[in-house]
């Protein structure tokens, strides 16, 4: 049986730095919805629920070793922010993917998936759901099978210059790819953690941000796996993703930026996607040798006795800018080899099965 009853799905360490006074105990927050800042609201309240993760023991234990690091790490990284230590990137790595996959957002995502395909497939409930507890156990096991899956990508902190500080929210880490959002070549394709391009992000304190990116397709020039931002334009890109990847919230150390906030959001609050996900149905449309063509059609015009095949994509809202320190390497490579897997890094590459990858530049 697990020890705590109300269990965090980000972690009162990450808001900790967030707080006022960075005490851990009262935090400002901005709900997107009512676009009202809300300010000393008690962070144990915050990104909680009652036995999010269930009540196995040892995977809570499992999830306070992470957390544990990660307070270790960041304390590290407080009292000597000049330089990026190869074991604490591997924690804030670590940390960053076991986050990204753990939220309550993910958690949605997954059930609403599951959902719209019972639907559009006609099956039984009792066949086919899925519960926000059973798919934040799914994504804990999943993490254990992908820990080392962003092992080639480079990460360095951006140190924050600028009067504005950093944000965060009730999903944090953020997956987002600017290559793949902006190349012409990439349009109408999804994106994920292998994919070429990637960039991963996630707020440190409100000076402090971790960035994860593909080393193919970026330069992001820093020393010592450090980088400074001095304009308030580069702060605002970073932020805007938290805007766009919550629930429901956003926090921020000092109430006082309530009016820049709210200005902020009305910038891109037109771009957060109402949905995560698209469900594309492909109904058999004939057989041509030994291949079968597939026709794209809307789920409600489906013919029920044709065979078909569904495919879900997930939807990556652009934020408009980006950080001037993220640039595209015009020599870079990404990889491909013409199947709907799209462009992924060397890595992925040269471990796939199937068709021969080629190399391109971005």
Same mark, same amino acid.
């Given at each position: ?26 935090? &400002? ?27 196995? +023991? ?8 992470? +957390?544990?690091?990660? &307070? ?13 230590? +190869?074991? %604490? ?71 924050? =210059? ?7 929210? #009730? ?77 429901? %919230? ?18 891109? /609050? ?12 492909? +109904?058999? #449309?004939?057989?041509?040798? %030994?291949? =079968? ?12 006795? =044709? /065979? ?35 462009y992924v890094r060397a890595s992925r590459a040269?471990?796939? %099965? ?9």
């Amino acid at each position: 049986m697990a020890n705590n009853k109300n269990q965090h799905f980000v972690p009162r360490c990450h808001l900790r730095p967030f707080t006022q006074e960075a005490e851990g105990l009262a935090i &400002s927050l901005f709900n997107l919805e009512r676009k009202k800042l809300i300010p000393n609201a008690p962070v144990k309240n915050q990104c909680s629920k009652d036995y999010f993760y269930g009540t196995d +023991e040892q995977l809570e234990n499992a999830i306070q070793l992470i +957390e544990s690091g990660y &307070s270790k790490s960041l304390r590290d990284l407080l009292q000597d922010n000049r330089s990026l230590s +190869e074991n %604490n990137k591997t924690v804030f790595r670590i940390f960053w993917l076991f986050q990204h996959l753990r939220t309550e957002a993910a958690a949605m995502s997954a059930v609403q998936i599951a959902e719209t395909t019972r639907n559009i497939a006609d099956l039984p409930q009792e066949e086919f759901s899925l519960g926000i507890k059973e798919a934040v156990q799914i994504a804990c096991r999943t993490f254990a099978g992908s820990m080392h899956e962003l092992d080639d990508l480079k990460f360095c902190v951006i140190k924050n =210059k600028t009067g504005f500080p950093f944000i965060t929210s #009730d999903n944090p880490a953020v997956l987002t790819n600017r290559w793949q959002l902006e190349n012409k070549k990439t349009r109408g394709l999804s994106f994920g953690m292998g994919s070429a391009g990637m960039l991963a992000i996630l707020p440190l304190t409100p000076k402090l941000l971790l960035l994860g990116y593909d080393g193919d397709v970026y330069s992001v020039p820093n020393e010592r796996g450090v980088a400074e931002i001095r304009n308030t334009r580069d702060a605002i890109a970073f932020n805007r993703h938290q805007f766009l990847q919550c629930v429901a %919230n956003v926090y921020i150390n000092d109430a006082s930026h309530e009016d820049v906030l709210v200005k902020h959001y009305s910038e891109i /609050e037109s771009v957060r996607p109402k949905s995560r996900h698209i469900v594309h149905y492909a +109904e058999i #449309d004939g057989i041509y040798g %030994n291949h =079968k063509r597939y026709v794209v059609i809307p789920p409600e015009k489906r013919d029920k006795t =044709k /065979e078909a095949m569904m495919h879900t994509q997930v939807i990556h809202p652009h934020p408009g800018i980006w950080p001037s320190q993220i640039k595209i390497r015009t020599n870079g490579s990404v990889y491909t080899n013409g199947t709907g897997m799209g462009y992924v890094r060397a890595s992925r590459a040269f471990s796939a %099965n199937g068709p021969d990858f080629k190399r391109e530049h971005p």
